[in-house]
């Protein structure tokens, strides 16, 4: 269950969908409250990467390899989210309908100046105070899309493994995920 909600997360990145209104932030905070392991700082850069590589093998104009710098923070800002996941999962014992928003709305917090910062250092604006101003100005309509984003996508993730973890009499837990109290 688990593998299959991180491949359709994976796949709705080739949906048509406004700019950052992605399920990254969502999988970072799910891989890091349902993984044990530290497979779970891997889920994020490794979708995003297999995701990154099949739109560039088929002429996608916008999922596609791009400037080092700006994969690299948005890499970064994506995998940052998985402490977060580890937070919500230690806070609650699981996730918690309650603080799961805040967690959405940090790991788009952190994945906007990750990612902004490196675009800042790339090739499109001075590295200056006024050159950092600008980027994170120009970048605020793209932070409420992410956080649309990870919101719904959170609310999608978490409410279909929880709901079938204790609705349905599936076990949903495979060996390298899962939690301490799983009841």
């Known amino acids: 269950m688990i593998y299959l909600l991180i491949i359709v997360a994976a796949a709705s990145r080739f949906l048509p969908h406004p700019p950052n209104m992605v399920c990254l ?23 995003l990467l297999a995701s990154d590589l099949v739109g560039q093998a088929f002429g996608s104009s916008s999922i596609r390899l791009y400037s080092p710098m700006v994969m690299l923070g948005t890499y970064c800002g994506a995998t940052l989210s998985v402490p977060l996941g580890r937070w919500l999962q230690r806070e609650c014992g699981r996730a918690s309908l309650a603080k799961l928003p805040l967690a959405a709305v940090g790991a788009s917090t952190v994945f906007f100046l990750a990612s902004n910062l490196a675009v800042w250092l790339g090739p499109w604006y001075p590295t200056s105070a006024a050159g950092l101003f600008a980027c994170f100005s120009n970048a605020v309509p793209f932070y409420g899309y992410t956080l649309v984003g990870d919101l719904g996508y959170c609310s999608v993730m978490f409410g279909c493994y929880e709901f079938t973890r204790r609705y349905a009499g599936v076990s949903v837990v495979a060996p390298i995920v899962g939690r301490a109290n799983v009841s």
């Open 25 to 47: 932030g969502a999988m970072g905070l799910f891989a890091g409250c349902y993984f044990r392991t530290r497979l779970a700082f891997l889920v994020p850069a490794a979708v």
